[in-house]
């Protein structure tokens, strides 16, 4: 069964809009990790954003929101006012277990490619 | 500003002939991870460091292997590259503390896309 899965090969947004990027997880475990990266085409994976397992609130930074639904097991992501820039494959992931000090692995969905029009 | 940084950007290489890419970091992680990405793929794990304990993924072929002489740098050798290895392989790195309230990000070089003739 998929752990992380992102139902949305491909998302078109007007630049200025709001987008919502989804992503589902799968996981017995009470501790776990979300993560979410951005690859333009150029191939370097940046870091977006974080929201642990137990975090209470929704975990944001910048334009970027996490809309974190425990019970659903969903993680989507909202970019605020899309730019031009934006345009990218976007990947959810999810590190299993708490972070108890030491390796982390990823399981990573296949991925959402954003194109952002003017 | 303390980065991942992996070079060549671009390597081609022959059918056969070892290759070596090669990574490096200034955030002083204890972790290294090597990943191999193929087109309109999420990368896939090869293997990682965790200080000086190398740890293989099962599913990483022979042909592919790692050597991290210090802190800092990590190496990926493909002994005899084929077709298949053409891919995007991508160095990350991570903290390994727990308790004071860190995460375990990885942060990511910007990839070496290798080409494999």
């Known amino acids: 069964a998929q752990k992380i899965t992102q139902t949305q090969p491909g998302m078109f947004v007007q630049e200025k809009e709001a987008v919502t990027l989804d992503c589902t997880y799968d996981?017995?475990?009470?501790?776990?990790?979300l993560f979410w990266y951005k690859q333009p085409s150029s191939g370097e994976m940046i870091f977006l954003i974080y929201?642990?397992?137990?975090?209470?609130q929704n975990a944001t930074e910048g334009r970027y929101s996490l809309n974190f639904q425990k019970a659903r097991k969903s993680a989507n992501l909202v970019i605020s006012a899309s730019q031009l820039g934006d345009s990218a494959m976007y990947f959810c992931?999810?590190?299993?277990?708490?972070?108890?000090?030491?390796?982390?692995?990823?399981?990573f969905g296949a991925g959402t490619r954003l194109a952002v029009h003017p | 500003d303390a980065m991942v940084i992996q070079n060549p950007r671009y390597q081609v290489t022959q059918f056969g002939k070892p290759v070596t890419l090669s990574c490096s970091q200034t955030l002083n992680h204890n972790v290294m991870y090597w990943y191999q990405q193929k087109s309109s793929q999420a990368p896939k794990l090869l293997f990682h460091y965790y200080d000086k304990d190398f740890n293989n993924e099962a599913d990483t072929p022979d042909n592919f292997q790692s050597r991290r002489p210090n802190t800092s740098f990590c190496f990926l050798d493909i002994r005899s590259p084929g077709l298949g290895d053409a891919a995007m392989y991508l160095c990350?790195?991570?903290?390994?503390?727990?308790?004071?309230?860190?995460?375990?990000?990885?942060?990511f070089g910007p990839g070496t896309r290798l080409t494999v003739l």
């Open positions: 929201q642990g397992s137990y975090d209470q």
């Open positions: 992931a999810m590190r299993e277990g708490a972070f108890s000090g030491g390796y982390n692995k990823l399981i």
């Open positions: 996981t017995s475990d009470p501790s776990y990790g």
């Open positions: 990350a790195t991570s903290r390994a503390a727990a308790g004071d309230g860190s995460t375990d990000t990885q942060y």
